[in-house]
């Protein structure tokens, strides 16, 4: 094994010159990926291929979650051949965003492609380790991570959001986004919670792939019927917003009312943000705009849950019965951190101090994450919980909107006496 001189003619221009054998040659190429493997931080993900990935999630996943999964998959191969532009993908935990990603990574590397994969919250921290180390300076480290040739943030969101770690991110990403590097991002956060610089380059569709993987968590194989037995979205299948009824029978001015409520629905459901909280009498549509909401979401790749706040409180409760079949805190975890949250009818449960403190907590953990939520109450806003109260009167966050028209039925039993 070593270095060969060619069989050629003496006039040819490389007569004479040595060339590594096919054995060294081979080595060569494998020392070269090694290298780029080593420093590509993706010792731990090796496994998590292309091959490896299943684009159909396990057996029985409904078809539509499957779709998506199938979707983030030909969008992340398109990704890895063509390396160009940015790919956002974004989703709950345990859906496949990581494994996509790492797979972009593995390839990239194959190819002889210089290539960075760290979660968000490692990165900073192998900045600041740089400040005390003598193999390298905070400077040579920083440009490094910037101009890598391929980029890969997991978990962008993720880190300890001081006023040095949004600066030095936003850096880097604002870097690799004038230069267009190609840039691999992962979050299962709103996009809305991110520093909002961030956010203009991250919805800048003429660089930015997005993709959302609306799928349960592949290691929780209780999932799906946990969810199922949690929702009502089933029973109100037939409440679409394409069938919600105008009532043009109503004076002009309650009308407008109506109409307003209607297109704020339609416009969450378009692109679901913040929080919508829906105010009037029984009867009046909220909640059959609320279900309209959820199904779009779900008939459009996003994940929705749907809920009847006491029957939600049943749920928990039952989770403390030695014949229960999953945990409380799972089932909890759940309803807070859904995608997006339709919580029906708030105010209807009787409010022990248990009940008072549960539901605190699930409306600050997404006032705090800015998870998509949609309420609907009949009460005054002056009847809600005062913690849960100030949350929902933070206008930057939430719109508040009441229906304020007559019930339906009594609209209806006017029209049939006519």
């Known amino acids: 094994m070593g270095y060969l001189a060619r069989d050629l003619p003496v006039n040819h221009p490389e007569f004479g010159r040595l060339v590594p054998c096919t054995c060294l040659a081979r080595k060569q190429v494998q020392a070269v990926r090694d290298q780029l493997f080593s420093y590509s931080n993706l010792d731990a993900l090796k496994d998590l291929t292309f091959d490896r990935f299943n684009p159909y999630g396990r057996v029985g996943l409904p078809e539509r979650y499957a779709k998506t999964l199938a979707s ?51 990165l900073l921290d192998s900045l600041r380790a740089a400040f005390d180390s003598r193999d390298t300076t905070y400077e040579e480290r920083f440009t490094r991570v910037r101009n890598i040739q391929l980029l890969v943030i997991d978990d962008l969101g993720t880190q300890n959001a001081t006023a040095w770690a949004q ?32 956010q203009s380059r991250l919805k800048d569709r003429n660089l930015v792939q997005h993709v959302f993987l609306n799928a349960p968590d592949y290691r929780d194989p209780h999932f799906e019927s946990r969810n199922d037995i949690l929702s009502s979205l089933s029973d109100l299948a037939d409440k679409t917003l394409n069938n919600f009824e105008p009532r043009n029978d109503l004076p002009a001015d309650r009308r407008r009312s109506l109409d307003k409520a209607f297109k704020a629905a339609a416009a969450f459901a378009e692109a679901p943000q913040g929080w919508l909280v829906l105010l009037g009498e029984s009867g009046t549509g909220k909640t059959h705009l609320a279900a309209g909401i959820a199904n779009f979401c779900q008939q459009n790749g996003h994940e929705a849950l749907f809920v ?29 951190n859904a995608p997006i949250l339709v919580l029906d ?44 109260r100030t949350r929902m009167l933070d206008s930057r966050l939430c719109r508040i909107l009441a229906l304020d028209v007559p019930p339906y039925y009594e609209s209806l039993r006017k029209r049939r006496k006519k």
Not at 93 to 114: F, R, S
Request: charged share 20%.
């Open 72 to 122: 983030a998959y030909d969008f992340a191969r398109t990704f890895a051949r063509q390396m160009n532009g940015w790919l956002l993908l974004q989703g709950p935990t345990g859906v496949g965003k990581t494994h996509l990603a790492a797979a972009i990574a593995n390839q990239a590397v194959d190819l002889g492609v210089p290539t960075l994969f760290v979660t968000a919250p490692d």
């Open 167 to 198: 600066e030095k991110l936003f850096q880097i990403l604002n870097f690799r986004y004038i230069n267009q590097l190609p840039t691999v991002i992962t979050t299962n956060l709103s996009l809305d919670s991110l520093d909002e610089r961030l």
């Open 308 to 336: 009847i706040v006491p029957d939600l409180l049943d749920h928990l409760r039952a989770t403390f019965a030695p014949q229960s079949a999953t945990t409380y805190d799972r089932r909890f975890e759940q309803v807070r």
């Open 345 to 388: 009818d708030l105010g209807t449960e009787n409010m022990t101090p248990w009940v008072r403190e549960k539901l605190y907590q699930l409306f600050n953990h997404r006032y705090n994450t800015k998870l998509p939520t949609v309420i609907t109450t009949t009460q005054g806003l002056e009847e809600i919980d005062p913690r849960i």
